[in-house]
């Protein structure tokens, strides 16, 4: 099973907007809606920000939204804060009964 | 309030086993499905397995699929990750995580996490 695919690094400056992608296939993203995605900051657990695609957590800022095109699936940051510089991981379910990773976006705030 | 605390993790040579555990309170343990996601040092996050809230099914990455195993004990609210075989390779920081689905047989995303456990595989 291949890890999903997301771009190293992506940057923006305070309030801008930013897209990280997660590309699949027909057999995780693309087959199933059950995309999520998490927030590491250096040295701590990762966090929950994104669920089924578009669900997001309660106490997660309404700036983090997701959606999926394909076999693509999107997190779109809004209104970018300092606090959002930190690395950002999608994961899906798969055909094989499993989950799996994407390599990781690192987000820096210019 | 969720609590995940790993523990077990250390130095262990290359073919050797180490089990760890994951103790949890704040919610009820018999209703959620555990996951285990390793993170080497540097790298990326990776999926090692889950388990249904009774403990009657589990799934593994191919990566530890045969080598590990992955119990628990709803009279201890505690997960377990034992590990046979281990190499290098397996060198990582090692997180407990609640499944998000509650009652679900199947793993679909990770909602708690703990603070995590390092384990290294050296001689």
């Known amino acids: 099973q291949s890890a999903l695919t997301q771009p190293a690094s992506v940057s923006g400056s305070p309030g801008q907007s930013i897209t990280i992608s997660c590309t699949g296939t027909?057999?995780?993203?693309?087959?199933?809606?059950?995309v999520s995605w998490y927030q590491q900051h250096p040295g701590t657990a990762p966090k929950l920000m994104i669920f089924?695609?578009?669900n997001r957590p309660s106490g997660v800022s309404e700036r983090f939204s997701g959606s999926k095109s394909g076999n693509t699936a999107s997190l779109t940051i809004s209104g970018l804060q300092a606090d959002d510089e930190a690395d950002y991981y999608c994961?899906?379910?798969?055909?094989?009964?499993?989950?799996?990773f994407g390599g990781g976006t690192k987000v820096t705030v210019l | 309030q969720v609590q995940l605390v790993e523990s077990g993790g250390g130095v262990v040579q290359p073919g050797g086993s180490l089990r760890l555990s994951c103790a949890a309170s704040?919610?009820?343990?018999?209703?959620?499905?555990m996951h285990w996601v390793r993170q080497a040092p540097g790298k990326g996050l990776e999926w090692v397995g889950f388990?249904?809230?009774?403990?009657?099914?589990?799934y593994y990455a191919d990566s530890v699929k045969g080598r590990f195993i992955i119990s628990r004990d709803n009279s201890k609210n505690t997960v377990y990750l034992q590990m046979n075989g281990l190499r290098v390779e397996d060198t990582a920081v090692f997180y407990c995580?609640?499944?998000?689905?509650?009652?679900?047989?199947?793993?679909?995303?990770?909602?708690?996490w703990g603070q995590g456990t390092l384990v290294t595989v050296s001689s």
């Open positions: 994961t899906s379910y798969t055909y094989f009964t499993t989950l799996v």
């Open positions: 704040g919610f009820t343990f018999s209703r959620c499905g």
């Open positions: 089924d695609v578009t």
């Open positions: 995580a609640t499944e998000g689905q509650i009652g679900t047989s199947l793993p679909y995303y990770f909602d708690d």
């Open positions: 388990i249904r809230f009774d403990g009657n099914n589990q």
């Open positions: 027909s057999r995780d993203v693309g087959g199933y809606n059950y």
